[in-house]
């Protein structure tokens, strides 16, 4: 019988219905062998329940519930001290601990409230990219331009335009992606306010590592050629924005196209 959690390959995003069936499940197996006291799948529930009433960032929940669940697989193959478990933290003081962590690093980035109900993290992610567009997207495009790479023409539109879906107004106050977003909580069907905010966060995910991409591509060529080393120093900052921006919404295993 299996008992690790593993995360789908390619995204930190994981289906919400999904993760939480496979941390319910592992906490049934490892409560059978280990009791409850440690592996309390009550407690998951109930937590799970106070995450929903309270409209915590699903992901960010679950993200901190399974880094945590590794840390309960830890203290049963090397047990602490007797004297370090009785100060230890508790398995809830743990995930939020995890979870103020992961927020803190989003506070800084351009807050857009464009829903009462959208979740946090999403509208520091859609400020984040809308901010990257405008700051510094055209400079990375120009760059790449001008080396003339094949096949970066393509690649420079279709970014252009998922930038422009993801950040951009269109019809209204909003982007396309967030009118989708939206339209979904405007159901008001927890369920589909929950898909419709990971697949927010999906594609923006695959956005910027897709940017990231051809950001490299770039700085690989430059590299190649002395009398660009003012571009290149220029390129390689646009680049550390841009994997910032990735690792603090916790999007570096997503892939893009």
């Known amino acids: 019988m299996s008992k690790s959690f593993k995360k789908q390959k390619g ?60 840390e309960l697989k830890k203290k049963i193959t090397k047990p602490d001290a007797e004297e370090k478990k009785n100060t230890a933290p508790t398995y809830s003081e743990l995930a939020d601990k995890i979870i103020e962590d992961n927020m803190d690093k989003i506070k800084g980035y351009r807050f857009i409230d464009f829903h009462p109900d959208a979740e946090e993290e999403t509208k520091h992610f859609l400020g984040a990219i809308t901010e990257f567009y405008y700051e510094v997207w055209g400079k990375i495009n120009e760059l790449i ?39 979904a909580l405007s159901r008001k069907n927890p369920a589909d306010s929950d898909k419709a905010a990971v697949n927010f966060m999906r594609f923006g995910g695959i956005l910027l590592n897709n940017c990231l991409r051809v950001v490299k591509e770039g700085l690989s060529t430059f590299e190649a050629m002395p009398e660009s080393a003012n571009k290149l120093r220029t390129l ?20 893009g196209y």
């Open 11 to 70: 995204s930190k995003n994981l289906d919400i219905d999904e993760a939480i069936q496979k941390l319910k499940n592992q906490y049934r197996e490892y409560s059978e062998e280990h009791g409850t006291k440690i592996f309390n799948l009550q407690s998951f529930e109930e937590r799970y329940r106070n995450a929903l009433a309270n409209k915590i960032d699903l992901n960010t929940f679950l993200l901190a519930e399974i880094e945590v669940f590794k």
């Open 145 to 183: 331009r001008t080396l003339g790479l094949k096949g970066t023409d393509d690649v420079r539109l279709k970014l252009e335009n998922d930038f422009t879906f993801f950040a951009i107004p269109a019809r209204g106050s909003y982007s396309m992606a967030v009118e989708d977003y939206v339209l």
């Open 236 to 255: 390689e900052r646009y680049k550390d924005i841009l994997i910032k921006i990735i690792e603090d919404f916790r999007m570096s295993a997503i892939r």
